[in-house]
């Protein structure tokens, strides 16, 4: 327990203010101003030891308990002196209190607290390095209480400290938040975590907000550009072939080939005859197909089964069913057309519209 010392102060001396019996509690002086404001603290009248236990300065009155120190209670007269002294209680309190550290040392751990010896280090609660931000400077003498930090939190939340999560963390590493901390991420996986494609061919572009994912196209689509985002269409193209009768009229037989660079599929024939005069004509034309390596190719190689390109008594002919036709085209495929009849048309265009695959 803590020794509670005696307050003392220095030439603190004045007289009593009228006569006082050896009963009196309460007794008057000149200035009770001269003496300390806080108690208790001891006063000798003549042979007699005081203990003062308040001290009226308004009215300078001491409140006092007599006969202290194995002195006598006893009768004084108006103008004694009324003096603090150093009495054998101070001395013995102050030899009591060093004996006491020098016989018993306490771990500073188990007494933190100045003032009253409270909140042992090892078992005072913990406050958040958060809190002591928010507070600025501590209030408090002890530093077990709610501004002194004991504690560093780690988390990913504001005002706490963040921990590297991760073994190996190397220079140039960009930083990932996780639920652990901090991990070291490489540019690829760094390029991988911000990114939002996840299937190789697909596209990246900035929408109406942020940047987004366009999921990859199938075969031989092409991307094209909207009013306001990219989308992938279909790679159309048109293969045409001109036959020209030179100002007369076309003669049957095989006219004109081409090689197919790419590889497609037809979805639609159209015929356009060109006539002497505003008058219909009519017309029959087969496709046929070879390799290269056969050319040229023969009736045999026909693709058009019983649907040929037909115009009868007609200026044009389209068609988007072709029935029984061989649509598929390789690259590096040849395909001819050949007139199997004709009337009245001096010039015919065959286009073959067709899908890149």
């Given at each position: ?10 030439r ?15 007794i ?27 001290n ?12 202290q ?40 751990k ?83 975590d ?6 190789r ?19 031989g ?47 639609r ?27 040229p ?17 007609a ?15 390789a ?27």
């Amino acid at each position: 327990m803590a020794t509670t010392f005696m307050k003392a102060k220095n030439r603190a001396a004045t007289t009593l203010d009228g006569n006082i019996t050896d009963e009196d509690l309460s007794i008057l002086v000149v200035s009770s101003a001269v003496f300390p404001t806080t108690y208790p603290f001891p006063i000798s009248i003549d042979d007699e030891i005081l203990s003062v236990t308040n001290n009226n300065t308004g009215t300078n009155t001491l409140t006092v308990t007599r006969a202290q120190e194995s002195t006598s209670a006893a009768a004084h007269t108006d103008g004694t002196t009324v003096e603090i002294t150093w009495t054998a209680k101070y001395i013995t309190d102050l030899n009591t209190a060093v004996n006491a550290l020098e016989t018993n040392p306490v771990a500073h751990k188990d007494r933190h607290d100045p003032n009253d010896g409270a909140d042992a280090l090892d078992s005072a609660n913990a406050s958040e390095i958060a809190g002591v931000q928010a507070a600025g400077t501590g209030t408090s003498h002890s530093l077990a209480r709610a501004d002194h930090a004991h504690q560093i939190q780690h988390s990913i939340a504001n005002n706490h400290l963040v921990t590297i999560d991760h073994a190996t963390p190397a220079d140039n590493d960009y930083a990932k938040f996780t639920a652990s901390g901090l991990e070291g991420r490489s540019y690829a996986e760094a390029l991988a975590d911000i990114s939002p494609l996840t299937t190789r061919g697909d596209v990246m572009f900035r929408n109406a907000t942020v940047s987004t994912r366009l999921a990859k196209g199938t075969a031989g689509q092409i991307l094209t550009m909207g009013a306001d985002d990219p989308a992938w269409a279909t790679n159309v193209a048109t293969i045409t072939f001109p036959i020209d009768g030179g100002g007369s009229v076309i003669t049957t037989g095989l006219k004109m080939g081409l090689e197919i660079p790419f590889a497609c599929t037809i979805t639609r024939a159209t015929t356009l005859g060109v006539l002497p005069a505003a008058t219909n004509g009519s017309i029959v034309l087969d496709v046929w197909k070879d390799s290269y390596a056969n050319h040229p190719p023969t009736v045999a190689d026909t693709i058009t089964a019983a649907a040929k390109p037909t115009i009868t008594g007609a200026q044009k002919a389209q068609d988007s069913t072709l029935s029984g036709w061989t649509t598929a085209i390789a690259a590096g495929d040849v395909l001819f057309v050949n007139v199997d009849s004709i009337a009245t048309f001096t010039c015919v265009t065959l286009s073959l519209r067709v899908t890149k695959t």
